[in-house]
């Protein structure tokens, strides 16, 4: 197996991993870069491989960090299919039709004022094109191998970030790659909690939040206490 790191290097959006087996290019997350310019440019630069090599394309979560790409991904040439879990695609399609109509509204008006340097602007992609790749999606559940091609296996499981969100594990001659994906705390009141990773020859960790510690607190009990004092602040103390 080999692991190139496409995004999410030096930065924390656009994450990207093509992961090669026997010649079969499979690629684990397809993020836009987000925040400044410099990065948001990057989103413009020509695939660093031919999109029609990759066989497939395997979604820790939804965000546009992770998912944001496919619709540009598919204009270029891919036409492998996506595996995501049930709740990862329906965000998805959620979170790329609004990304798709707000490329439009943005490329709209900066040809209104003028403030672009391309003439015309263009967005990356428009709400009907992430809607035409939701046709590359499929939903895969939890806790089960999946086989792809030259003895490749791959099984979702719970990270606990948003819904849907999953750490992979992929398998390969023995070979065991875990990618994390976004992490969520244990023992959330409203998120399953992080399934436990037991083995991994390689992990692969998402290490945006990798020098904190969640404080340990009732988090019902800190919620409660911030809505009280919101609700202090009004007059008569009502929303």
Do not use: W
């Not at 991994?200 to 009732?218: K, M, N, W």
């Amino acid at each position: 197996m080999k692991l190139t790191f496409l995004g999410a290097t030096l930065t924390v959006t656009g994450s990207k991993y093509l992961l090669e087996v026997d010649e079969k290019k499979y690629l684990i997350d397809c993020g836009l870069f987000q925040g400044q310019k410099e990065l948001r440019l990057r989103n413009r630069e020509p695939f660093p491989i031919d999109p029609k090599t990759i066989e497939a394309i395997i979604l820790t979560h939804a965000h546009l960090d992770h998912s944001g790409y496919i619709p540009l991904l598919i204009k270029q040439g891919f036409k492998g299919k996506i595996f995501a879990s049930h709740a990862t695609r329906d965000l998805c399609e959620i979170l790329l039709l609004d990304a798709g109509r707000i490329q439009e509204e943005d490329a709209r008006r900066a040809n209104r004022y003028g403030y672009s340097k391309h003439h015309p602007a263009l967005p990356l992609y428009t709400e009907s094109d992430a809607k035409e790749s939701l046709k590359y999606f499929h939903c895969i559940d939890f806790d089960k191998i999946y086989h792809l091609k030259n003895n490749l296996t791959f099984s979702l499981s719970h990270s606990g970030h948003i819904l849907g969100s999953s750490f992979i594990t992929l398998i390969n001659n023995n070979n065991t790659v875990v990618f994390s994906g976004d992490i969520g705390r244990p023992q959330d009141p409203v998120m399953t909690h992080p399934a436990q990773v037991k083995l991994a020859d390689y992990l692969v960790l998402e290490s945006t939040y990798g020098a904190r510690l969640h404080p340990d607190i009732d988090i019902l009990t800190k919620l409660e206490e911030i809505l009280c004092r919101r609700a202090s602040s009004f007059k008569g103390g009502m929303f």
